[in-house]
């Protein structure tokens, strides 16, 4: 399973744009890229997950660069409720993507 | 998306005790769900795959027979923690996984937070 690398934390204020990018050099051709948030004491819950190029949904947006060893999600306008920690991880999709590894995520703090 | 239940969502026990931990897939039947274990302020690590019908598949370094899992049914398995001790508390959160639809996503459970006295 590919490695992820991404900042340990990041600070920023309600309604700014915050990008967090997530480093996976040795991704194979069938994984796909998968972001999930994590609040205190809860479950993951899934964000967003794409293979190549740009993906956007109703909460965020996720960046692809064609080498596919980077990705970057996207969060706009952010509330004090998106403090939370955001987990890249990559699996084959073939496979079922369904034996996750989890990195050491990244820790949002969102402050007024 | 898929709903999971987990029960009981905190517990404080006895050192020497044990503890079962139940996961619900409540919308779908899965024949995988996944069990992680969470320190305060680490990340998810993965304990353990639970197959209905067979015997789960631990990952390296967790004691199969300190964590018993069962998976009676497609929508149920279970964690039980035994002769729990202190160094046992955690986070525990189980998932499923969905597949067939536009993504291949996991479902996770809301975690039961498990204090060993």
Known sequence: L?????????????????NITCSHNNIATNDYITWYQ????????FIIQGYKTK???????LFIPADRKSSTLSLPRVSLS?????YCL??????????LVFGTGTRLLVSP | GAVVSQHPSRVICKSGTSVKIECRSL?????TMFWYRQFPKKSLMLMATSNEGSKATYEQGVEKDKFLINH????????????????????????VHRSGSSYNEQFFGPGTRLTVL
Do not use: W
Request: hydrophobic letters at 30%.
């Open chain 1, 2 to 18: 590919a490695k992820t690398t991404q900042p340990i934390s990041m600070d920023s204020y309600e309604g700014q744009e915050v």
């Open chain 1, 38 to 45: 994590q609040f205190p004491s809860q479950g993951p819950r």
């Open chain 1, 55 to 61: 993906v956007t949904n109703e909460v965020a947006s």
């Open chain 1, 82 to 86: 998106d403090t939370a920690v955001y």
């Open chain 1, 90 to 99: 990559v699996g084959d999709m073939n496979t079922g993507f369904q034996k």
């Open chain 2, 27 to 31: 919308d779908f039947q899965a024949t």
């Open chain 2, 72 to 95: 009676a049914s497609l929508t149920l398995s279970t964690l039980t923690v035994t002769s729990a001790h202190p160094e046992d508390s955690s986070f525990y959160i189980c998932s």
